[in-house]
């Protein structure tokens, strides 16, 4: 009889062990973490042991999910209210890479915005073809040139475009040099918040 065939069977008898009760005391099963055998209850307190531990592991990494939103949140706060003390383009340019660097500890940061410093064609159609925040390990087209000697030592970038209603205005760039601090198919929830206020400050100096 194979072994499934028995578990099958407890499975659709369940009362099997009404009628040997006896038989639950005597079943010895293999210590799960080896060097000794134990008794059926005991296995199962193991095992009820190890899924709490299980529970109790996942409840942790939540809360520690939702205490690292929450201290995201605030920061992204923090941005969208110091923006307001821009009172020019020229203030906003200078501020949100300095703004990037001490709220977020962003390593390396720039703002390239179309009215006053418009890049190659090529950066302006790659940003015209982002709807939303893209991060990727190497730069795009000659972006790695906007942070000068640094440039040839990043080695993970943030595009955030900006828009004025369905038209790109500019484009934030982050970058590091560590490989892991952006990367292809990272969450970008907060990065387009930050692209969304950036742009919604940029837009009154823009479009006039």
């Known amino acids: 009889m194979r072994a499934e065939d028995v578990a099958q069977y407890l499975q659709d008898n369940p009362q099997f062990f009404e009628g040997h009760t006896d038989l639950l005391t005597q079943i010895m099963l293999p210590h799960p973490h080896g060097g000794r055998t134990i008794s059926l209850s005991e296995r199962q307190m193991v095992a009820l042991r190890e899924k709490n531990q299980g529970l109790e592991k996942k409840l942790q990494e939540l809360i ?21 003390a821009a009172r020019d383009l020229a203030t ?14 962003v390593p390396h940061a720039t703002l390239r915005v179309w009215k006053t410093n418009p890049p190659s064609a ?30 040839k030592q990043l080695h993970s970038f943030a595009y955030l475009p900006l828009h004025a209603g369905s038209e790109s205005i500019g484009l934030l760039v ?35």
């Open 174 to 208: 982050m970058a590091s040099e560590d490989k892991q601090r952006f990367y292809p198919g990272m969450g970008t929830m907060f990065l387009q918040r930050i692209a969304d206020a950036v742009s919604a400050a940029m837009h009154p100096h823009v479009t006039q």
């Open 64 to 84: 520690t999910f939702a205490h690292e939103n929450d201290a995201l949140q605030h920061k992204v706060h923090e941005f969208v209210v110091a923006l307001f």
């Open 122 to 151: 090529e950066v302006i159609a790659f940003t015209d073809e982002q709807q939303h925040p893209v991060c990727l390990h190497q730069a795009a087209h000659d972006t790695a040139d906007w942070f000068g000697e640094i440039g």
């Open 92 to 105: 906003l340019q200078e501020m949100v890479p300095h703004l990037l660097r001490e709220i977020f500890s």
